[in-house]
């Protein structure tokens, strides 16, 4: 499990390291780049206190609104193999975001759940690294793709 840590981790680093070069010159981003209906699909796991590597899936949808704000309509989550119940009825979860005209920036969703994103600069597709979660549910090591499927 721990050439896998490490493996994830060089993965990431990769993704980070060469998006962010290529796409450090451009300035082909605003709020507004992002904007319809997207499907996150991501995988990893949670590093748990114990050290123990939990793994997680997620494939949900995300509306980006191109305002800095967001909602879930829709989506599952895995932890450790169980499907986590969805939230009761009533309104999407939100979030907010933010992008630099770098194509970089962050994301967040309610409650404390963070996000790094790297958008490719017509906003078709983004890459999002977790940073940080409630620390109940130990460290993030996640990362997934983003892909526009309407506008």
């Known amino acids: 499990m721990k050439k896998f840590t490490k493996q994830m981790l060089v993965a990431v680093a990769i993704v980070l390291g060469t998006n962010s070069a290529a796409w450090a010159d451009s300035k082909d981003c605003d709020l507004g780049t992002l904007r319809g209906l997207y499907l996150f699909s991501a995988s990893g796991f949670n590093i748990a206190a114990s050290g123990e590597h939990i793994p997680k899936v997620i494939g949900e949808f995300i509306r980006f609104y191109g305002d800095g704000t967001l909602t879930v ?61 409630p620390a109940a549910l130990g460290l993030p090591v996640l990362q997934g793709s983003v892909v526009r499927v309407s506008k």
Do not use: H, W
Not at 96 to 116: E, K, M
């Open 73 to 133: 309509p829709g989506g599952t989550v895995v932890i450790g193999g169980v499907k986590l119940p969805p939230p009761p009825p009533g309104p999407p979860t939100i979030g907010t975001y933010t992008l630099g005209d770098n194509c970089i920036g962050t994301l967040s969703f309610t409650p404390q759940l963070t996000f790094d994103i790297l958008v490719f600069p017509r906003g078709d597709e983004l890459v999002m690294v977790q940073t940080a979660q």
